[in-house]
């Protein structure tokens, strides 16, 4: 399942990033020195005369000895620039996803237990405004307020200038500082999304038949929420946890861009905007891989938490 | 023989939308020590809303439960339950009153190991220190209820199980803490016969063994017979007719139990057509003041349409609400 697929999404995105308008040279023709033949030259040089399939059959074959080639813009190896951004988009993604999970989980229980109370409808409210926010108009809010009006928050990038000269504790400081803004940024969509879920999915659990037997036995309103109610609901989170990845990796593109975070988000739209393809494809092909992990790691957590489809001798 | 338990004018509404429905009226029902009742009647005469209204499992928004009193004779004490506030209701539930629900797959959690719920239900209603060997305890009353490999049961999964083993488990769980009282509704109702049959003969076992006292929910006559001491039976919510098992098999006087009892097939005179009760039991909260059954009787005259029936006696335990008598 997994190869197929993958070979499925690169042939896409191979195709679609060809289809679009604009090619690796254009930058050049602003150029005075560099005429029509040079160009045409350049052109030979990547293989972009080929036909459509003959560079993806070459690309391929290049990418199974994971050989992703190098970039039209510097010169330097793809799987080098992907490897040293790659810490720093899983570092903000496994932020944002812990704060998901941290929030919305106890949220959305909170709220199925007391439906339609006060507290349900304010994180309701709190919840929707998150969700119908675009991301982009959030972090400019969030950049105005925390950073510019009260400047308790660094805006941009990851570490301060004088990151180097800091102890231990104080880079670690540092790190967590700059993280603060993008991680909620990112957070804030699959949050308002994850409440919402968790709390249909504990109310759908209150009345399963189950619950009232188990009362029946004197299990109290407690136990039975963090016991019962909780295992249960657990299983659908799972399964949802593998949608969040995509749309956390995805949107990385938005977020690193915005707050200037060195990771492979910022990377892939800087090679998208000059047409850099080695360096798109090289890109695309880890998001997909994370994808496609994430997924896997959604199928054993599945497993995982839901004894019926386990295995068992 | 000492009343243990003793419901007066126990009521249950259930809300739907913007109206009540009231599924259980002013029942009246005693329940004496070692003795076994049964409940009987039609789906959606209340029976089963009555096993949850006593242990007051109904509550807002779902529904509610009113009425006189619910007195628990307890160790020469006599508590109202229906006075009970949740915490101390919570500790009678599972400990000094049980339930076995109807539908054994949809009575334990499904993502938790038996041994660890059945550990649960022991360990809320007893103070126990860590190093008990709780496990040994359940395998005890796995054993108790005839499940093969108590060993291995313990550690499945509900999903592991047949729908009869798992009964046998609910069983075991409603026992694990000797209750006083044990409530079965419709034990046996979702099962094959043969199954059906050995867990009857393991209720039957129980009742010889263990001073339980029990209110047996059914609706096969043919059980109830064999089982009970005394039945209820019920109609749209009321209790129409209560006796002795003998007179209300010999001698029903309520024209719904007479109904009933000539619905039953007969093994003796095959070949006879099975006799239905015209009409169907009318939806709770579509009935007037007078008898819910009179639409359906054969017997009602205006009067049963517009005044409820007093409840009338037969004999010193057979009493009957009808006007024929």
């Avoid at chain 1, 119908?132 to 307020?145: Q, W």
């Avoid at chain 1, 969040?244 to 915005?258: D, N, Q, R």
């Avoid at chain 2, 009343?3 to 259980?24: C, G, H, R, T, V």
């Avoid at chain 2, 059980?223 to 209790?239: E, N």
Wanted: charged share 20%.
């Amino acid at each position: 399942m997994f190869i197929p697929l993958l070979i499925g999404i690169t042939v896409i995105s191979f195709t679609v990033m060809h289809l679009t308008p604009g090619s690796p040279v254009d930058d050049f023709k602003m150029n005075p020195n560099i005429d029509a033949r040079a160009r045409h030259r350049f052109y030979k040089l990547y293989g972009l005369d080929q036909p459509l399939y003959i560079q993806y059959a070459g690309w391929f074959g290049n990418v199974i000895t994971f050989d992703f080639g190098r970039s039209f813009k510097d010169g330097r190896k793809v799987l080098t620039k992907i490897l040293e951004r790659l810490p720093a988009t899983l570092l903000l993604n496994l932020f944002a996803l812990g704060v998901i999970f941290a929030v919305a989980v106890p949220a959305g229980v909170l709220s199925a237990v007391k439906q339609n109370s006060f507290t349900d409808r304010f994180l309701a409210v709190l919840v929707f405004a998150g969700y119908s926010l675009p991301a982009f108009a959030l972090a400019l809010i969030l950049m105005y307020v925390f950073g510019v009006k009260f400047g308790w928050l660094p805006i941009s990038g990851m570490v301060s200038v004088n990151y180097s000269y800091l102890s231990f504790w104080g880079k670690v400081f540092d790190l967590l500082k700059h993280l603060v803004l993008p991680v909620i940024t990112s957070a804030v969509g699959g949050l308002a999304f994850m409440s919402r879920y968790m709390r249909a999915t504990v109310l759908e659990v209150m009345r399963q038949d189950f619950i009232k037997a188990v009362r029946a036995r004197g299990v109290s309103k407690k136990g039975i929420i963090t016991v019962h109610i909780f295992r249960n609901a657990l299983i659908p989170l799972v399964t949802l946890f593998g949608l969040l990845i995509p749309s956390l990796i995805g949107g990385s593109v938005v977020f690193e861009t915005i707050f200037s975070w060195p990771g492979m988000g910022r990377l892939a739209y800087g090679a998208i905007m000059s047409r850099d393809y080695p360096v798109v494809m090289g890109v695309g092909v880890i998001m997909a891989l994370l994808t496609l992990i994430g997924n896997l790691i959604a199928d054993i957590g599945y497993a995982a938490v839901d004894p019926r489809i386990r295995y068992e001798k | 023989m000492e009343k243990l338990l003793e419901i007066k004018n126990l009521s249950a509404n259930y809300f739907a939308q913007d109206i009540k429905i009231p599924a259980l009226r002013s029942v009246n029902i005693d329940l004496k020590k070692g003795e076994t009742i049964a409940i009987a009647g039609e789906s959606g005469c209340g029976k089963s809303t009555l096993a949850l209204a006593v242990l007051k499992l109904i509550e807002f928004p779902e529904g509610e439960v009113t009425g006189d009193s619910v007195e628990f004779k307890i160790e020469k004490n006599s508590i109202d339950l229906l006075r009970l506030k949740e915490e101390e209701m919570r500790k009678i539930r599972g400990k000094d009153i049980s339930l076995v629900v109807q539908d054994p797959y949809s009575s334990l959690n499904p993502v938790i190991r038996i041994n660890k719920q059945l550990a649960e239900i022991y360990r809320i209603h007893h103070q126990t220190c860590e190093d008990i060997d709780i496990d040994g305890i359940s395998k005890k009353y796995l054993k108790m209820v005839h499940l093969p490999e108590p060993q291995k049961i313990l550690f499945s999964y509900p999903h592991q199980l047949s729908g009869g083993m798992l009964q046998r488990v609910n069983i075991a769980a409603a026992l694990i803490n000797n209750p006083d009282i044990l409530i079965s509704d419709e034990p046996t109702s979702s099962l094959d016969v043969t199954v059906q049959k050995k867990i009857m003969d393991m209720f039957f076992e129980l009742k010889d063994n263990f001073n339980l006292s029990q209110i047996f929910i059914s609706h096969d006559l043919n059980l109830i017979s064999a089982f009970a001491d005394r039945v209820y039976i019920m109609y749209a919510g009321r209790v129409v007719e209560e006796g002795k098992t003998a007179d209300i098999f010999t001698s029903p006087a309520h024209p719904y139990t007479i109904a009933l009892l000539e619905a039953l097939p007969h093994l003796n005179a095959p070949g006879l057509d099975l006799k239905s009760i015209p009409g169907e039991v009318p939806a709770p909260e579509s009935i007037g003041i007078g008898c819910a059954f009179a639409a359906r009787c054969s017997h009602s005259r205006d009067i049963c349409f517009n005044s409820l029936p007093e409840l009338k006696k037969i004999n010193d335990n057979h009493f009957t609400r009808c006007i024929k008598r």
